[in-house]
């Protein structure tokens, strides 16, 4: 590249750059697998060094060695990918690839993992995530993924991950660094040579920087070298991490179609301005990485990242003087740390593998040496010299030390450790590092035991502690507080220097077997087995262990990698687990030494109070899950503990005098308390020292005491031996004040598992005051969870306080019951959380604890309690609002900080979201009424500091509490709470934010059914019409209420609820002229679909309202804003929902002019959605008709239709009638014989044919009510037919005498026309009436008890069928020339259709029945044979062949339709129905064919 391109390439060049140079350097990569191994064993090789590093008494949770796990797992999975030819098992293996890997990928990269550093994971799941994409062709990905490593570990990207293409994209970026830095060290090295003023600037130095030049500097010029090194490679990472960005930058923006601001770009800037800019290539003494062993480990970059003054990072470990006594020196020329040439002047220090010294480096090839003598020796730095430096063996000495071929897995005689290709090492590392059998002492010393062999005795010596063993067997029932007490461990009470029971392992031999059998121990934890279960592959794990390796995901066996078929695990494997306990039994300290723990384990430390001894249990931390606006208040707890504490002066109260004689008294009950096997004596023991405690005064002499680990261990015992109340009592009390005073009395407590399961139990079987002890614990939710403390915990809070206690403790059993109570609920989450709750509000804890809410030390936590069931249940907010107080409320929100007034807010924004309006008004009131200040004012200014996510809850509030009363024409409060609203929907950058804000204006609705669901958009579709959504979530409310209660008060609530709507609508639509709307034209543009949903209820719900408000001026703003979006949706939706809302919406507007002749502009592409609606929804056919009476809607663009097929029943006859019900069409043929059709997918499919008339079937009915099917034929019977959805059956055959032409019927009579005049009146029961109105009946249609005949001489005659009375309905224009007759009528919606010859240009007319008048003609002057209507159309057949499209609203003409003649001769249309709810239409001609249309 060249060497400088940042002003001859725009953004789209950088982007082709980057797709072309990465996509090379990745698919050379991929086509190398050779050097992909090598790269992963050398990366390995990095995290096995840092093992070296690494305390080994560490231990690391299996979820920590998981994550190392998934990422070699992915790693073999993305190489499996590679190799594979098959593409189903390429794309799956990259699937379980990208999974594994992006559990690293995520990782928060200033956290360790294992011990290794998160940034070094995170860039190389990211290396391998690139690998990924490009399998799955897509380039832009990869760059991206790669451009992400080197932004997250810049250091390792471009020395060990991809150092060419570092050199490729980011080096011609560093030429001012480069230059900077090579004058730099010109200078420097210019006042090392004598007699440089001789020499040119530009003059090679090269010649004389060799190792006699290192070596005669001065100290400080090797400082200033080390310095500039450090500061330039820092500036190398610095702005590799900001050109990377650059890069993502110009990637993401290349690729997204949205206009985005083209990212500028950075400038390198180096650490100081250089003198002038170097154009010559780069001097060969420039490096731009350190030639840093793959053995080196994490440490010194660690360290270099952590002090800016630290080890330089050209050479780790080079230290400043002032830092380290030992140093380190490699051979820069072979990768390989070297001794020193003086080292033999000094003695080794053999233990330095097991140092936690984080400086030190791998012991592979690699020695520390001491250096006092010389200050040239700490600042040597062999990067400088191109020469070796003469090695040196140290001699073999006698002192004790570890035998280092065992230091690493796999050593070769040399020391040198073989690199690893698996990561799996490090769980292995962890657990299983081989231990020597032989060594006379333990490998696995601390930090604090790295000693020279001069010391080594000495040392040693001191390092001996005597502790007291932290397992103490009891045998005990918690469910019932019977415990036994059993022989006391063999342990010495002496102070100093005396053997425990389990002391440390630093000097003394080990037991004959250093480690417990493979078999024992679980792969994935590296720990004794506890439950053993044994998988179908043969393998065995920890339950919990493959529990949790279950619950990631995985489907298969970790070890074999065979899938697993059950998702059940087996039962315990009890002969391994027996075998387990019989070992245990033979070796005890090794057991409790490998013995499973779920929390982590520390090394072992000391206390500082010099006279004691502490257990050398290992110490357990317990963090706490709990939400954060709990932590703040956890810290004011601890800090009120510790003021407590800090009360007592030691010399304040009594002499030093009464502090021994006390001390003094103690000792024997502190004696017997430890040693005793007599329970009474133990218990009589513990109340003495507690009245010596009381006389003592809390004594900082007598606590330094009282907390030596036996005595603790000694009351732990009492606790879980003694029946006696008030001894338990007396216990936790004194455990709770010498835990004030040290917290490591916790860490005791808490070293053994039963020691918690202890005060579990007494909590449970009524001991209150355990609670304190537990609560000061702080026990992690995990545990808290495991116990079900829930039920004993609201009894706590239940009982009444005992006055007059003697024993004072540091909080109220009460309070602690209800700190404890949050900390469950709020821990875990969203789903435990809502089973807390529901736990809580099922045991009755919501009345207990709001009476508690007059404890001012507890108030915000009941607060949050009750927010958190409120969430979990929201139809417990009517039980809550009913009882509260309040002024407690408020109270806690003007004391309160911003995180106490935050949980204040949420909870009064959800108390008045009630399904009862008046009642939600009264809790406003009370609230506005209600506390020492003025409520509302309070609330403004909190509005106003408050942070982003509590703006919306707190504008909500203060608007309703505004809205009690009418709306005044100006309110301060109004104004900011409606503009905070409208400014939270405008942060498009934060969604959270505004979906908070769109929340709260629904709540702003008022609309919430008892279980406190809202139901705005229900009602909103109700109105629509669409009431299916309503009735499902009102069915509930309905039937937990009775009639009577439900009648009185919906008027009521109706009437309230309606106020409370116009008052809110009012108010947010005027505010700012309507400026809520431009916002929310916002947001419906958003790319999250709930977002757009939420959106739109509350769009349509505004724009609902303006039909209901005087016309301020705002509907015009309404409609710029909204009316395009509505629109949208209603075209691109798939969500019937939606489309209603906005048809509803759209209502509004076209009681609006100028917005009517707007919709107008999209009525060609919105008619046939609308269309399609109006079977849902009534609004449609409202807007319908608005745009029909638009002049600038041209009706001939609202048709389409297109023929969909044709069938051929020649065979039959003529097609003599069609009917359509329900998804099938039935036709009647000449031939006698009926068929029915499956219409459902518009492709007609027969489904049944049957011919049980003799002659042609001339007409079919079936009534409005769908029943039954009525048949007239030639053969002179009408027939009854019942209809099933697969086939029709014959009822009954009534013989009428006459041909029947035409037939209308119900389930009482049957009107038929026959060749006579007038027609005839048939009642089942065999009696023919005649009614003669001495004219020709052709089409005949009943509607109710009428009955209308279109007659020859251009007339339809209505005929009454109860008193079987005819008069005209319509008297036509009679001609002298031609026969004018009505051939066809229809009846729907109240309209009667009718047509027949043209007269004068009309060939039918269209009239009302309900006021007998002529609404519209037909303007043709083809007579109309048959007519068909549906919701939108008229059809009308002539003779011909033609088909005819009206336009039902206005009988207007818009298009015509002809029918195929596939024969050749002159067929005509002879029958014709349409489909009302797919939009079909169907045609039946005289040559036997049926043919279909699709209306759009």
Same mark, same amino acid.
């Given at each position: 590249?060249?060497?400088?391109?940042?002003?001859?390439?725009?953004?789209?060049?950088?982007?082709?750059l980057m797709?072309?140079? /990465?996509?090379?350097?990745?698919?050379?990569?991929?086509?190398?697998?050779?050097e992909?191994?090598?790269?992963?064993?050398q990366?390995a090789?990095?995290?096995?060094?840092?093992?070296?590093?690494?305390? $080994?008494?560490?231990?690391?949770?299996?979820?920590?060695?998981?994550?190392?796990?998934?990422?070699?797992?992915?790693?073999?999975?993305?190489?499996?990918?590679?190799?594979?030819?098959?593409?189903?098992?390429?794309?799956?293996?990259?699937?379980?690839?990208?999974?594994?890997? @992006?559990?690293?990928?995520?990782l928060?990269?200033?956290?360790?993992?294992?011990? &290794?550093?998160?940034?070094?994971?995170?860039?190389?799941?990211?290396?391998?995530?690139?690998?990924?994409?490009k399998?799955?062709?897509?380039?832009?990905?990869?760059?991206?993924?790669?451009?992400?490593?080197?932004?997250?570990?810049?250091?390792?990207?471009?020395?060990?991950?991809?150092?060419?293409?570092?050199k490729?994209?980011?080096?011609?970026?560093? *030429?001012?660094?480069?230059?900077?830095?090579?004058?730099?060290?010109?200078?420097?090295?210019?006042?090392?040579?004598?007699?440089s003023?001789?020499?040119?600037?530009?003059?090679?130095?090269?010649?004389?920087?060799?190792?006699?030049?290192?070596?005669?500097m001065?100290?400080?010029?090797?400082?200033?070298?080390?310095?500039?090194?450090?500061l330039?490679?820092?500036?190398l990472?610095?702005?590799?991490r900001?050109?990377?960005?650059?890069?993502?930058?110009?990637?993401?923006?290349?690729?997204?179609?949205?206009?985005?601001?083209?990212?500028?770009?950075?400038?390198?800037?180096?650490?100081?301005?250089?003198?002038?800019?170097?154009?010559?290539?780069?001097?060969?003494?420039?490096?731009?990485?350190?030639?840093?062993?793959? #053995?080196?480990?994490?440490?010194?970059?660690?360290?270099?990242?952590?002090?800016?003054?630290?080890?330089n990072?050209?050479?780790?470990?080079?230290?400043?003087?002032?830092?380290?006594?030992?140093?380190?020196?490699?051979?820069?020329?072979?990768d390989?740390?070297?001794?020193?040439?003086?080292?033999?002047?000094?003695?080794?220090?053999?233990?330095?593998?097991?140092?936690?010294?984080?400086?030190?480096?791998?012991?592979s090839?690699?020695?520390?040496?001491?250096?006092?003598?010389s200050?040239?020796k700490?600042?040597?730095?062999?990067?400088?010299?191109?020469?070796?430096?003469?090695?040196?063996?140290s001699?073999?000495?006698?002192?004790p030390?570890?035998d280092?071929?065992?230091?690493?897995?796999?050593?070769?005689?040399?020391?040198?450790?073989?690199?690893?290709?698996?990561?799996?090492?490090?769980?292995?590392r962890?657990?299983?590092?081989? &231990?020597?059998?032989?060594?006379?002492?333990?490998?696995?010393?601390s930090?604090?035991y #790295?000693?020279?062999?001069?010391?080594?005795?000495?040392?040693?010596?001191? @390092?001996?502690?005597?502790?007291?063993?932290?397992?103490?067997?009891?045998?005990?029932?918690?469910?019932?507080?019977?415990?036994?007490?059993?022989?006391? #461990?063999?342990?010495?009470? *002496?102070?100093?220097?005396?053997?425990?029971?389990?002391?440390?392992?630093?000097?003394?031999?080990?037991?004959s077997?250093?480690?417990?059998?493979?078999?024992?121990?679980?792969?994935?934890?590296?720990?004794?087995?506890?439950?053993?279960?044994?998988?179908?592959?043969?393998?065995?794990?920890?339950?919990?262990?493959?529990?949790?390796?279950?619950?990631?995901?995985?489907?298969t066996?970790?070890?074999?990698?065979?899938?697993?078929?059950?998702?059940?695990?087996? $039962?315990?494997?009890?002969?391994?687990?027996?075998?387990?306990?019989?070992?245990?039994?033979?070796?005890?300290?090794?057991?409790?030494?490998f013995?499973?723990?779920?929390?982590?384990?520390?090394? %072992?430390g000391? *206390?500082?109070?010099?006279d004691?001894?502490?257990?050398?249990?290992?110490?357990?931390?317990?963090? %706490?899950?709990i939400?954060?606006?709990?932590?703040d208040?956890i810290?004011?707890?601890r800090?009120?503990?510790?003021?407590?504490?800090?009360?007592?002066?030691?010399?304040?109260?009594?002499?030093?005098?009464?502090?021994?004689?006390?001390?003094?008294?103690l000792?024997?009950?502190?004696?017997?308390?430890?040693?005793?096997?007599?329970?009474?004596?133990?218990?009589?023991?513990?109340?003495?020292?507690?009245?010596?405690?009381?006389?003592?005064?809390?004594?900082?002499?007598?606590?330094?005491?009282?907390?030596k680990?036996?005595?603790?261990?000694?009351?732990?015992?009492?606790?879980?031996?003694?029946?006696?109340?008030?001894?338990?009592?007396?216990?936790?009390?004194?455990?709770?004040?010498?835990?004030?005073?040290?917290?490591?009395?916790?860490?005791?407590?808490t070293?053994?598992?039963?020691?918690?399961?202890?005060?579990?139990?007494?909590?449970?079987?009524?001991?209150?005051?355990?609670?304190v002890?537990?609560?000061?614990?702080?026990?992690?939710?995990?545990?808290?969870?495991?116990?079900?403390?829930?039920?004993?915990?609201?009894?706590?809070v239940?009982?009444?306080?005992?006055?007059?206690?003697?024993?004072?403790?540091?909080?109220?059993?009460?309070?602690?019951?209800?700190?404890?109570?949050?900390?469950?609920?709020?821990?875990?989450?969203?789903? #435990?959380?809502?089973?807390?709750?529901?736990?809580?509000?099922?045991?009755?804890?919501?009345?207990?604890?709001?009476?508690?809410l007059?404890?001012?030390?507890?108030?915000?936590?009941i607060?949050?309690?009750?927010?958190?069931?409120?969430?979990a249940?929201?139809?417990?907010?009517?039980l809550?609002?009913?009882?509260?107080?309040?002024?407690?409320?408020?109270?806690?929100?003007?004391?309160?900080?911003?995180?106490?007034?935050?949980?204040?807010?949420?909870?009064?924004?959800?108390?008045?979201?009630?399904?009862?309006?008046?009642?939600?008004?009264?809790?406003?009131?009370?609230?506005?009424?209600?506390?020492?200040?003025?409520?509302?004012?309070?609330?403004?200014?909190?509005?106003?500091?408050?942070?982003?996510?509590?703006?919306?809850?707190?504008?909500?509030?203060?608007?309703?509490?505004?809205?009690?009363?009418?709306?005044?024409?100006?309110?301060?409060?109004?104004?900011?709470?409606?503009?905070?609203?409208?400014?939270?929907?405008?942060r498009?950058?934060?969604?959270?934010s505004?979906?908070?804000?769109l929340?709260?204006?629904?709540?702003?609705?008022?609309?919430?059914?008892?279980?406190?669901?809202?139901?705005?958009e229900?009602?909103?579709?109700?109105?629509?019409?669409?009431?299916?959504?309503?009735?499902?979530?009102?069915?509930?409310?309905?039937?937990?209420?009775?009639?009577?209660?439900?009648?009185?008060?919906?008027?009521?609530?109706?009437?309230?609820?309606?106020?409370?709507?116009?008052?809110?609508?009012?108010?947010?639509?005027?505010?700012?002229?309507?400026?809520?709307?431009?916002?929310?034209?916002?947001?419906?543009?958003?790319?999250?679909?709930?977002?757009?949903?939420?959106?739109?209820?509350?769009?349509?719900?505004?724009?609902?309202?303006?039909?209901?408000?005087?016309?301020?001026?705002?509907?015009?703003t309404?409609?710029?804003?909204?009316?395009?979006?509505?629109?949208?949706?209603?075209?691109?939706?798939?969500?019937?929902?939606e489309?209603?809302?906005?048809?509803l919406a759209?209502?509004?507007?076209? *009681?609006?002019?100028?917005?009517?002749?707007?919709?107008?502009?999209?009525?060609?592409?919105?008619?046939?959605?609308?269309?399609k609606?109006?079977k849902?929804?009534? &609004?449609?056919?409202?807007?319908?008709?608005?745009?029909?009476?638009?002049?600038?809607?041209?009706?001939?663009?609202?048709?389409?239709?297109?023929?969909?097929?044709?069938?051929?029943?020649?065979?039959?006859?003529?097609?003599?009638?069609?009917?359509?019900?329900?998804?099938?069409?039935?036709?009647?043929?000449?031939?006698?014989?009926?068929?029915?059709?499956?219409?459902?997918?518009?492709?007609?499919?027969?489904?049944?044919e049957?011919r049980?008339?003799?002659?042609?079937?001339?007409?079919?009915?079936?009534?409005?009510?769908?029943?039954?099917?009525?048949?007239?034929?030639?053969?002179?019977?009408?027939?009854?037919?019942?209809?099933?959805?697969?086939?029709?059956?014959?009822?009954?055959?009534?013989?009428?005498?006459?041909?029947?032409?035409?037939?209308?019927?119900?389930?009482?009579?049957?009107?038929?026309?026959?060749?006579?005049?007038?027609?005839?009146?048939?009642?089942?029961?065999?009696?023919i009436?005649?009614?003669?109105?001495?004219?020709?009946?052709?089409?005949?249609?009943?509607?109710?008890?009428?009955?209308?005949?279109?007659?020859?001489?251009?007339?339809?005659?209505?005929?009454?069928?109860?008193?079987?009375?005819?008069?005209?309905?319509?008297a036509?224009?009679?001609?002298?020339?031609g026969?004018?007759?009505?051939?066809?009528?229809h009846?729907?919606?109240?309209?009667?259709?009718?047509g027949?010859?043209?007269?004068d240009?009309?060939?039918?007319? /269209?009239f009302s029945?309900?006021?007998?008048?002529?609404?519209?003609? %037909?303007?043709?002057?083809?007579?109309?044979q048959?007519?068909?209507?549906?919701?939108?159309?008229?059809?009308?057949?002539?003779?011909?062949g033609?088909?005819?499209?009206?336009?039902?609203?206005? /009988?207007?003409?818009?298009?015509?339709? $002809?029918?195929?003649?596939?024969?050749?001769?002159?067929?005509?249309?002879t029958?014709?129905?349409?489909?009302?709810?797919?939009?079909?239409?169907?045609?039946?001609?005289s040559?036997?064919?049926? @043919?279909?249309?699709a209306?759009?």
């Amino acid at each position: 590249m060249a060497g400088n391109y940042r002003f001859a390439m725009d953004q789209k060049d950088i982007v082709r750059l980057m797709i072309a140079s /990465v996509g090379s350097f990745i698919q050379d990569r991929l086509i190398n697998q050779e050097e992909r191994t090598q790269h992963k064993e050398q990366c390995a090789e990095r995290l096995a060094a840092e093992d070296g590093s690494n305390d $080994k008494d560490s231990e690391f949770r299996y979820s920590d060695q998981a994550v190392l796990a998934n990422l070699d797992w992915g790693i073999e999975a993305l190489e499996e990918a590679i190799n594979t030819s098959n593409m189903e098992t390429k794309l799956a293996r990259l699937d379980y690839a990208e999974k594994m890997l @992006q559990v690293c990928a995520m990782l928060d990269s200033d956290q360790q993992t294992a011990g &290794v550093p998160n940034f070094y994971l995170s860039a190389w799941a990211h290396l391998n995530l690139s690998y990924l994409w490009k399998l799955r062709n897509n380039v832009h990905n990869s760059v991206l993924h790669v451009l992400e490593m080197f932004s997250i570990d810049p250091f390792f990207s471009r020395i060990d991950f991809a150092p060419e293409l570092w050199k490729e994209l980011f080096l011609p970026q560093m *030429s001012s660094i480069v230059g900077w830095y090579s004058e730099a060290r010109h200078r420097l090295v210019m006042e090392a040579i004598p007699d440089s003023s001789d020499l040119s600037f530009t003059a090679d130095l090269d010649q004389f920087f060799n190792e006699s030049l290192i070596f005669s500097m001065r100290p400080e010029q090797v400082e200033k070298l080390q310095q500039l090194e450090q500061l330039y490679g820092d500036s190398l990472d610095e702005n590799t991490r900001m050109f990377a960005k650059y890069y993502k930058d110009c990637m993401n923006s290349d690729s997204n179609t949205r206009p985005k601001v083209i990212p500028m770009l950075p400038i390198a800037e180096p650490p100081a301005t250089p003198l002038h800019e170097f154009s010559r290539s780069i001097p060969d003494y420039v490096k731009f990485g350190p030639v840093l062993p793959k #053995s080196a480990g994490f440490s010194a970059v660690l360290k270099s990242k952590s002090n800016m003054r630290g080890p330089n990072r050209m050479n780790v470990t080079s230290m400043p003087s002032q830092d380290l006594d030992e140093s380190l020196v490699w051979d820069p020329q072979g990768d390989m740390l070297e001794e020193n040439e003086y080292e033999s002047d000094y003695e080794p220090v053999d233990d330095y593998i097991n140092s936690g010294n984080p400086n030190s480096a791998s012991p592979s090839g690699a020695k520390m040496i001491k250096d006092e003598e010389s200050e040239l020796k700490e600042h040597v730095n062999p990067i400088f010299s191109p020469i070796d430096s003469p090695k040196t063996r140290s001699p073999k000495i006698s002192s004790p030390k570890p035998d280092l071929q065992n230091l690493s897995p796999k050593t070769d005689v040399h020391g040198r450790k073989e690199p690893k290709s698996l990561l799996r090492l490090l769980s292995s590392r962890i657990s299983h590092s081989p &231990v020597p059998t032989s060594s006379p002492s333990s490998p696995q010393l601390s930090k604090d035991y #790295s000693i020279s062999s001069a010391d080594s005795d000495g040392e040693l010596e001191k @390092q001996k502690s005597s502790t007291r063993n932290s397992s103490r067997p009891r045998s005990m029932s918690y469910e019932n507080v019977n415990i036994v007490l059993l022989e006391n #461990s063999p342990c010495n009470e *002496s102070d100093e220097g005396s053997q425990s029971c389990n002391s440390l392992p630093c000097s003394e031999k080990m037991t004959s077997r250093s480690r417990p059998p493979k078999d024992f121990v679980c792969p994935i934890t590296g720990q004794i087995f506890n439950d053993p279960v044994t998988l179908e592959t043969g393998q065995t794990y920890e339950r919990k262990a493959i529990q949790e390796w279950l619950k990631r995901g995985n489907t298969t066996c970790p070890i074999t990698r065979q899938p697993l078929c059950s998702n059940s695990l087996p $039962k315990t494997n009890y002969v391994l687990k027996r075998l387990i306990t019989s070992w245990k039994e033979q070796y005890p300290d090794l057991a409790q030494e490998f013995s499973y723990s779920e929390t982590p384990k520390h090394s %072992f430390g000391s *206390s500082p109070l010099k006279d004691m001894t502490l257990a050398s249990s290992p110490s357990r931390t317990f963090n %706490f899950h709990i939400h954060n606006n709990t932590n703040d208040h956890i810290n004011e707890r601890r800090k009120r503990f510790t003021q407590a504490a800090k009360s007592t002066s030691p010399t304040s109260v009594i002499s030093q005098a009464s502090v021994e004689t006390i001390i003094n008294g103690l000792k024997p009950y502190v004696t017997c308390l430890c040693t005793s096997e007599n329970l009474q004596e133990c218990e009589t023991a513990v109340l003495a020292i507690a009245r010596l405690w009381k006389e003592s005064k809390g004594d900082p002499g007598v606590h330094a005491y009282l907390l030596k680990p036996t005595i603790i261990n000694g009351f732990a015992e009492i606790l879980s031996a003694s029946l006696s109340r008030e001894v338990l009592r007396t216990s936790v009390y004194i455990l709770s004040e010498l835990m004030v005073a040290d917290e490591s009395v916790g860490d005791i407590l808490t070293s053994v598992d039963s020691d918690f399961d202890c005060l579990a139990a007494l909590l449970k079987n009524g001991l209150g005051e355990a609670a304190v002890l537990i609560y000061q614990l702080r026990p992690a939710f995990a545990q808290l969870s495991a116990h079900e403390f829930i039920p004993s915990l609201v009894q706590l809070v239940l009982n009444k306080t005992e006055e007059f206690d003697e024993l004072q403790f540091v909080m109220e059993p009460k309070d602690a019951a209800i700190e404890m109570l949050e900390q469950i609920l709020m821990g875990g989450d969203k789903k #435990s959380r809502s089973i807390t709750a529901l736990s809580l509000i099922s045991t009755n804890g919501i009345p207990a604890l709001i009476k508690c809410l007059d404890r001012v030390e507890v108030r915000r936590s009941i607060v949050s309690i009750l927010l958190c069931c409120m969430h979990a249940d929201k139809s417990c907010k009517s039980l809550i609002a009913k009882r509260i107080e309040l002024s407690h409320v408020l109270d806690l929100f003007h004391d309160g900080n911003d995180s106490v007034r935050g949980i204040c807010i949420n909870f009064l924004s959800e108390l008045v979201l009630l399904n009862r309006r008046t009642f939600s008004n009264q809790i406003l009131q009370v609230i506005r009424d209600e506390g020492a200040f003025s409520t509302m004012h309070t609330f403004l200014v909190y509005l106003q500091m408050a942070p982003m996510e509590q703006q919306p809850a707190t504008a909500s509030v203060l608007l309703q509490l505004d809205l009690l009363v009418e709306p005044r024409k100006m309110s301060m409060y109004r104004e900011e709470a409606v503009e905070a609203l409208i400014e939270a929907l405008r942060r498009k950058d934060f969604p959270n934010s505004q979906m908070m804000a769109l929340d709260a204006l629904l709540s702003l609705t008022g609309r919430f059914t008892f279980s406190g669901k809202s139901y705005t958009e229900a009602l909103l579709l109700k109105i629509a019409g669409f009431d299916q959504p309503y009735n499902a979530l009102m069915k509930p409310e309905r039937l937990s209420k009775p009639e009577s209660e439900m009648v009185e008060s919906m008027e009521e609530e109706e009437q309230a609820a309606c106020s409370w709507e116009k008052r809110v609508a009012f108010v947010l639509c005027n505010h700012e002229k309507g400026s809520i709307f431009k916002a929310l034209e916002e947001c419906l543009k958003s790319n999250s679909l709930e977002m757009a949903k939420s959106c739109l209820v509350i769009a349509a719900w505004l724009t609902h309202m303006l039909s209901t408000l005087p016309d301020t001026g705002v509907r015009g703003t309404a409609r710029r804003s909204l009316l395009d979006e509505f629109i949208n949706v209603l075209q691109s939706s798939r969500n019937l929902e939606e489309k209603i809302l906005t048809a509803l919406a759209l209502k509004t507007f076209i *009681s609006d002019p100028v917005a009517l002749e707007e919709l107008g502009k999209y009525a060609k592409c919105i008619y046939g959605t609308l269309r399609k609606l109006k079977k849902y929804t009534a &609004v449609v056919t409202d807007i319908q008709k608005a745009l029909m009476n638009l002049s600038s809607v041209n009706a001939t663009e609202l048709w389409h239709c297109t023929e969909v097929t044709e069938l051929d029943s020649s065979t039959n006859g003529e097609v003599l009638s069609l009917i359509h019900l329900e998804g099938r069409v039935l036709s009647s043929h000449s031939d006698g014989t009926i068929k029915m059709w499956d219409s459902g997918k518009r492709v007609l499919r027969l489904i049944k044919e049957v011919r049980e008339h003799t002659k042609a079937v001339t007409c079919l009915y079936v009534p409005s009510s769908g029943d039954k099917l009525y048949s007239g034929s030639l053969d002179k019977t009408i027939r009854v037919w019942s209809i099933k959805p697969e086939e029709i059956h014959c009822l009954q055959v009534h013989n009428v005498k006459e041909a029947v032409h035409e037939l209308a019927a119900n389930a009482e009579i049957a009107c038929f026309v026959s060749p006579a005049t007038g027609v005839k009146v048939y009642n089942w029961s065999g009696a023919i009436k005649h009614i003669n109105f001495n004219k020709h009946v052709k089409s005949l249609v009943m509607t109710g008890d009428k009955l209308y005949c279109g007659c020859s001489g251009y007339s339809i005659q209505e005929v009454d069928l109860g008193n079987l009375t005819s008069n005209t309905f319509y008297a036509g224009t009679k001609k002298l020339l031609g026969k004018q007759t009505i051939h066809s009528l229809h009846m729907h919606n109240g309209l009667l259709f009718a047509g027949g010859s043209s007269v004068d240009g009309t060939a039918g007319k /269209v009239f009302s029945i309900s006021s007998k008048t002529a609404v519209g003609s %037909f303007t043709t002057g083809i007579d109309i044979q048959h007519l068909a209507v549906n919701s939108d159309f008229i059809f009308t057949a002539t003779k011909c062949g033609t088909i005819e499209v009206w336009l039902k609203e206005r /009988v207007t003409r818009v298009a015509s339709v $002809k029918a195929n003649n596939s024969g050749g001769g002159h067929a005509k249309i002879t029958c014709m129905v349409a489909d009302n709810d797919v939009g079909m239409l169907y045609a039946g001609s005289s040559d036997g064919k049926i @043919q279909a249309w699709a209306l759009e």
